[in-house]
Each structure stands twice: as structure tokens, then as C-alpha cells.
T-cell receptor, first 116, second 113 residues
Framework: AQTVTQSQPEMSVQEAETVTLSCTYDTSESDYYLFWYKQPPSRQMILVIRQEAYKQQNATENRFSVNFQKAAKSFSLKISDSQLGDAAMYFCAYRSGETSGSRLTFGEGTQLTVNP | DGGITQSPKYLFRKEGQNVTLSCEQNLNHDAMYWYRQDPGQGLRLIYYSQIVNDFQKGDIAEGYSVSREKKESFPLTVTSAQKNPTAFYLC????????????FGQGTRLTVV
């Protein structure tokens, strides 16, 4: 079974600075999808960004970008110009690209604090 | 509006009782999921389903049961066999093809009293 590991239980960043959250995964598949989700205090899960493994280009969404290293099985999230509203728990997730493989596996999460 | 709805938001259960958490989606998604989240922890997969009348165990299925009689609905029953059921439960759904991200409900907080 695939595993997802987030080695940073907690991170903090100053407002307007940049922070990078780490994620590694273990899989034998070549076709898969990776996601970063944000869970603010409301506990609503919000998609931040997604990356298809077959795409070499790193995904970006406004201030959020990823560094996808397929060979190293690494998928880090960079948040630029951090804002107070970015404070949340961040989860990395893996899903197989096989139509029959809909299992979605999450990491343990990283609690991000943004200091004013 | 399209979305995924969990009910109730808060649920209290006496020890020894079964309780059912509701999850409904109108996104026409094939796959549905149930996760458990404990304080400060990640999401652990309980059960998931890709098609009506079929579902697979996740990592912590013991003490839980599900059904998928309709595409739109995926209720979770927490049975009395679940030793520590107090937790936050999240339901999600996604497309199988093309692969989409999962959309989540707002969660149900279950407390055993």
C-alpha cells in the first residue's frame, strides 16, 4: 500500500515570508496524483493544489507552488508571501491514477503558524 | 448547489449503542470515502466505495460498517464494537475518470458519553 509521510508536525513563518512544507511518498506506480489540502480551524478540507505525476512541470496556484521530484518521491509545498489566513493544518495526499484505484491516502499533516 | 453534505454536525452516543452518520453528495461522483480524524492527527481511511453495492476496507475498518445502495449516499455506522469512537469524521467524494480531487463534507463530531 502507498504511504505518505510529512516529517514536520509543526512549522511557523513570519507574515509576508516564504515557507516550504515537506512531503514524501512511497509507491511502485508510475501513474498517480498528488494533492495538498488545507484544514483551517473550521475543519473544512480545502484543496490547495494538485499535481499529476505524468506532468514534469510543477503546479502553481497563485502564491502556492510545488516542487515535485518524481525520482525522489518528494512533493513539497511552497507558500510565498505568507498571510495570516494561511495558518492551518496542511495535508499531503496520494491517489493512484488507475481508474480502479480510487484509494486516497493522507499524510499526518503539518500545522502551520503565521506570525504577524 | 452541488456539494457533499454530512449530518448531523454534532452527535452524542451512549456507550454500547450503534450510531449512523449520514453522507450525501449531488456531484455525480463515483467514489466516496470515510475518514476518521483524532485531535492533532491526520486522516485515517475507514472505508471507501467506487461503485454502488461495493466498498473496500481502509486502514481502520474494525468496529465500523458502511453501505452504498445509491450512488449519492454512503452512510457510516459506528458500532458498539468500536472501542474508542469519539472523533471527528469526514466524508468525501471524487470522480474516478477523469481523476479528480476529493471534495469533503463539513464533518461530524461524534462524542461517546
Amino acid at each position: 500500500a502507498q504511504t505518505v509521510t510529512q516529517s514536520q508536525p509543526e512549522m511557523s513563518v513570519q507574515e509576508a515570508e516564504t515557507v516550504t512544507l515537506s512531503c514524501t511518498y512511497d509507491t511502485s506506480e508510475s501513474d498517480y496524483y498528488l494533492f495538498w489540502y488545507k484544514q483551517p480551524p473550521s475543519r473544512q478540507m480545502i484543496l490547495v493544489i494538485r499535481q499529476e505525476a505524468y506532468k514534469q512541470q510543477n503546479a502553481t496556484e497563485n502564491r502556492f507552488s510545488v516542487n515535485f521530484q518524481k525520482a525522489a518521491k518528494s512533493f513539497s509545498l511552497k507558500i510565498s508571501d505568507s498571510q495570516l489566513g494561511d495558518a492551518a493544518m496542511y495535508f499531503c495526499a496520494y491517489r493512484s491514477g488507475e481508474t480502479s484505484g480510487s484509494r486516497l491516502t493522507f499524510g499526518e499533516g503539518t500545522q502551520l503558524t503565521v506570525n504577524p | 448547489d452541488g456539494g457533499i453534505t454530512q449530518s448531523p454536525k454534532y452527535l452524542f452516543r451512549k456507550e454500547g449503542q450503534n450510531v449512523t452518520l449520514s453522507c450525501e453528495q449531488n456531484l455525480n461522483h463515483d467514489a466516496m470515502y470515510w475518514y476518521r480524524q483524532d485531535p492533532g492527527q491526520g486522516l485515517r481511511l475507514i472505508y471507501y466505495s467506487q461503485i454502488v453495492n461495493d466498498f473496500q476496507k481502509g486502514d481502520i475498518a474494525e468496529g465500523y460498517s458502511v453501505s452504498r445502495e445509491k450512488k449519492e449516499s454512503f452512510p457510516l455506522t459506528v458500532t458498539s464494537a468500536q472501542k474508542n469512537p469519539t472523533a471527528f469524521y469526514l466524508c468525501a467524494s471524487s470522480l474516478l475518470s477523469p481523476v479528480s480531487e476529493a471534495f469533503f463534507g463539513q464533518g461530524t463530531r461524534l462524542t461517546v458519553v
